[in-house]
């Protein structure tokens, strides 16, 4: 590599995802008015066919691109089917297309900013700067902000498992849907023999709605086997009404007890996903990336969005069990929804209870079965 050739930035992110984006978007509002230069390496001009689902009673900094707001909360486990009101919480939803569209003309109109939609070849760190390697160029940059997937997380991980999915967005040819009430989690008929599995339901209209199958397991399945689900579920709740496929979403999320880093090196930043920002359990990220990029954005890049540790323990009891056992998960969330109120749930998936409200919350589950996953995490067995 010739300095020659190479083109210099101040900051590089790598990846023009959620994460990606944000810290764009910061870098490039904290540089206004001054020389340095951002550059986005994204692989594709496409956008990413997925949404973002959260839950939150607080407004934000991206409200204006939510879509769809839902006040009620419908689980279906085997035995037991419950609705709740949200009340002062809402279920949100935003739609990747207007996220991307809106976030990437935010970035390119900063003139500090560029996106170039480019595969990395190549990363080295050196003392005091990084380089990168495309097929279009060579760059070098003082900080690297780096979102692609850590593939040691796979590797080194004592627990792993995909949360894949399919969903499709359908309008049917009658009315069946409650377009006021989400359903979270179906778990009334298992549709696929591995893993644990359940349906999603969210309703924009009477006749709209994204059914979404969705599976915890070690491999990932066809997308023959996803349709064939989708279909069959269709059939058993909506016997009789015709439907059209009007798109369809499709995607694959780690669950993981894997110790993710907030750097690889002195120049490198890790964020998003790279970052643990991926719930292991739940695979919701949006709010949590958005509170990490807060805590850069305020803390000059230095501090981070960190989960308690007590958290990372339960997550990991629980991916145990959905790895040993998965046919108990519809039990334990049946038992955790059913008998505690709906908006500690919510909080205490958000990590924001507290210790008294989780005793409350475990004495409720299958105590037996998470003593005998603590005992085997602590055995190694």
């Not at 016997?239 to 499709?250: D, H, I, L, Q, S």
């Not at 995607?251 to 993710?260: A, L, N, S, V």
């Not at 739940?282 to 709010?287: D, I, N, Q, V």
Request: charged share 30%.
């Amino acid at each position: 590599m010739n300095d020659f050739l190479t083109e210099r930035f101040q900051h590089v992110v790598i990846g023009g995802g959620c994460a990606g984006l944000q810290v764009a978007s910061m870098l490039g509002d904290s540089l206004s008015g001054k020389s340095e230069r951002v550059l986005v390496l994204e692989k594709s001009r496409e956008f990413p066919q997925r949404t973002w689902c959260f839950w939150t009673r607080d407004q934000h900094e991206y409200d204006h691109l939510v879509s769809k707001r839902w006040k009620r909360l419908r689980f279906i486990g085997p035995t037991r089917d419950q609705e709740f009101d949200l009340k002062d919480w809402e279920y949100q939803y935003i739609a990747g297309e207007d996220f991307f569209s809106d976030m990437r003309r935010k970035v390119q109109d900063h003139p500090n900013v560029e996106i170039r939609y480019e595969q990395i070849e190549g990363v080295e760190e050196f003392h005091d700067f990084v380089r990168l390697k495309t097929k279009a160029g060579t760059y070098q940059s003082e900080m690297l902000f780096n979102s692609l997937p850590d593939r040691m997380a796979k590797q080194e991980a004592r627990h792993f498992l995909w949360q894949h999915f399919k969903g499709w967005f359908v309008k049917m040819d009658a009315p069946v849907f409650d377009e006021g009430s989400i359903t979270l989690m179906d778990f009334r008929r298992s549709y696929h023999d591995e893993g644990t599995n359940f349906f999603y339901v969210l309703p924009f209209s009477p006749t709209e709605a994204l059914i979404e199958f969705t599976v915890f397991s070690k491999e990932v399945l066809t997308d023959e086997a996803y349709d064939k689900a989708i279909r069959a579920y269709i059939s058993d709740r909506y016997p009789g009404t015709g439907f059209e496929v009007e798109g369809n979403e499709k995607g694959r999320i780690p669950m993981t007890d894997y110790r993710f880093s907030f750097v690889d090196g002195k120049q490198m930043l890790n964020i998003g996903g790279r970052a643990g920002m991926v719930k292991p359990t739940t695979g919701y990220a949006f709010k949590r990336i958005m509170a990490d990029i807060q805590q850069l954005r305020s803390h000059k890049l230095r501090r981070r969005y960190i989960p308690p540790s007590r958290f990372r323990f339960y997550d990991k009891l629980l991916l145990r069990i959905l790895d040993r056992e998965p046919h108990r998960f519809p039990e334990i969330m049946e038992r955790l929804f059913v008998n505690q109120p709906i908006q500690r749930i919510l909080r205490f998936l958000d990590e924001s209870t507290y210790v008294w409200e989780e005793a409350k919350i475990f004495s409720r589950l299958p105590i037996r079965l998470f003593l005998k996953s603590l005992k085997d995490e602590l055995l190694g067995a």
